[in-house]
């Protein structure tokens, strides 16, 4: 028999087996005798009317004032709440810096406060200070962009990976993982790599890829080729073209047989998907195979 | 947004379903006032103490409404009613009444008739031996037809304990009665 067995008998949770165990025992009568009486007591009279009228007359008619005030102090609380949040956010929205990014295929032009311009490739963000803009020229960059610099104080381009400074002129700055390269249109650009400071006359590029600085072929235009809707490169490896392929028109680029590390010069278009794929499938020997979203490279001597 | 949410619950609360609200208040009071005084009454077997637990109890609900949620105010009764007593008044006897037998059945021998009645009598004389805990227990149960949940509540203990109180308070009457 389980613990407590009268008050579960009482309850009505007993099991068949319990129960019909406890009904030979012989003091059931006892208790079902007790459980039939008992349910016939009663307690004292009690007049809920009576009581309550009492309670309103005696008691809480002195008081009421008193407890009108609880609700609007925890209204009082709650609003304060709400000020002190809503004070505090607008003043640390405030104090954030402006940003703008790009998705994949996608392109943005912003204009400083100083009619500075800068143009966003795609997979990329800016931010800077627009209150401290008088006194400090300074933006920070992920990915790639191009800048055209009004004349005026130092401006700079701080990067994960290098820092730019210029007073102005026009430039582009790409700044991905393991890939950085910034070269000069107009004007004069220092770059600050690795606490070398190295000057930069217009025509030039800076180029550093895997931590390596390799020679830079210098440009042949006033601007970016992406400006124009192309991708520009000159002996850069295959990897980091793919890469841009892949941000430019947001696909995904997978590759089978392929060394990457091959170097890869020319251009491809960022308006035509399969213009683009055969620029670069061409002149690096390669076969691909496209379907929705992915691009498949493929060397093209694989069985 | 789970921010709004609480605001939202927190006005809602204050403003809805409050205890200060008066249809609110007399609600709880027409469904529990009873059992209040029923309450007190077991425990001490002292009629005028429990019609003053009944409005001391509701006095303080009052007073404290913007604090007490609609769901908490059954319990926060019993706790007030409770400890107004707390170790001051020594319990008196139980006086519980008998529902009078039906005409249909009074036709009984006046022997039989006799045994009821000495039987009442020794239940009676048994619930007032009980412990105050045990026969507050019982006489929710029998007389006001609380559920062992509804008790445990009440008395701020397990379901388990309410169970061992019941079971033990069974056993002790048993053997009062039947002399054991």
Not at chain 1, 179 to 196: H, R
Request: aromatic share 12%; proline share 3%.
């Amino acid at each position: 028999m389980q613990e407590n067995y009268l008050a579960k008998w009482l309850s009505g949770e007993l099991s068949e087996e319990e129960l019909s165990e406890f009904k030979k025992s012989e003091a059931y009568a006892s208790y079902q005798k007790l459980k039939e009486v008992s349910s016939t007591l009663e307690a004292p009279d009690f007049d809920v009317d009576q009581a309550f009228q009492q309670l309103k007359d005696e008691r809480i008619g002195n008081a009421p004032k008193v407890v009108a005030l609880h609700p609007f102090k925890r209204f009082l609380r709650v609003a304060a709440a709400v000020a002190v949040l809503l004070t505090g956010s607008y003043f640390y929205v405030n104090s954030l810096d402006e940003s703008v990014a790009t998705q994949l295929a996608e392109r943005s032009e912003i204009v400083l406060p100083d009619q500075s311009e800068i143009i966003l490739n795609a997979d990329s963000r800016i931010s800077y200070s627009e209150k401290k803009w008088d006194e400090k020229r300074n933006v920070s960059l992920q990915g790639e962009a191009f800048f055209k610099v009004a004349k005026g104080k130092k401006f700079t381009v701080s990067t994960n990976q290098g820092t730019i400074a210029v007073l102005g002129t026009q430039f582009n700055v790409e700044a991905r993982d393991n890939f950085f390269e910034v070269t000069c249109y107009e004007g004069l650009v220092s770059v600050m790599f690795n606490g070398n400071e190295t000057k930069l006359p217009a025509g030039t590029s800076f180029v550093v890829i895997a931590g390596q600085l390799l020679e830079s072929p210098k440009p042949n235009s006033v601007q970016p080729s992406w400006i124009n809707n192309e991708s520009s490169f000159e002996r850069i490896p295959l990897e980091f073209v793919l890469d841009e392929l892949e941000r430019q028109f947001d696909i995904d680029v997978k590759t089978q047989n392929v060394d990457k590390n091959l170097l890869f010069t020319g251009t491809f278009s960022n308006t035509d998907l399969n213009m683009a794929l055969k620029s670069i499938s061409t002149p690096s020997r390669m076969n691909y195979q496209l379907e929705g979203d992915n691009v498949l490279f493929y060397a093209e001597k694989t069985p | 947004m789970f921010f709004f949410k609480y605001l939202w619950s927190t006005v809602k609360t204050s403003y809805m379903d409050n205890v200060c609200e008066e249809q609110v208040f007399s609600n709880i009071f027409k469904a529990n006032s009873k059992t209040v005084f029923n309450y007190i009454y077991y425990k001490f077997g002292n009629e005028e103490k429990a019609h003053d637990a009944v409005q001391e109890a509701f006095v303080k609900l009052w007073e404290n409404c913007g604090k007490v949620v609609p769901e908490k105010a059954k319990s926060y009764l019993y706790t007030v009613a409770n400890n107004l007593y707390l170790n001051v008044i020594k319990a008196e006897k139980v006086r519980l009444k008998h529902a009078a037998p039906t005409l249909e059945h009074s036709n009984e021998s006046p022997e039989f008739l006799m045994e009821e009645k000495e039987y009442k009598a020794k239940l009676d004389q048994a619930l007032n031996d009980l412990p105050e805990n045990q026969r507050t227990t019982f006489l929710l149960n029998r007389i006001d037809g609380k559920k062992y949940a509804e008790i445990a509540e009440m008395e701020g203990v397990s379901v388990k304990a309410i169970e061992k109180r019941m079971h033990l308070a069974l056993k002790s009457l048993r053997e009062q009665i039947d002399g054991i």
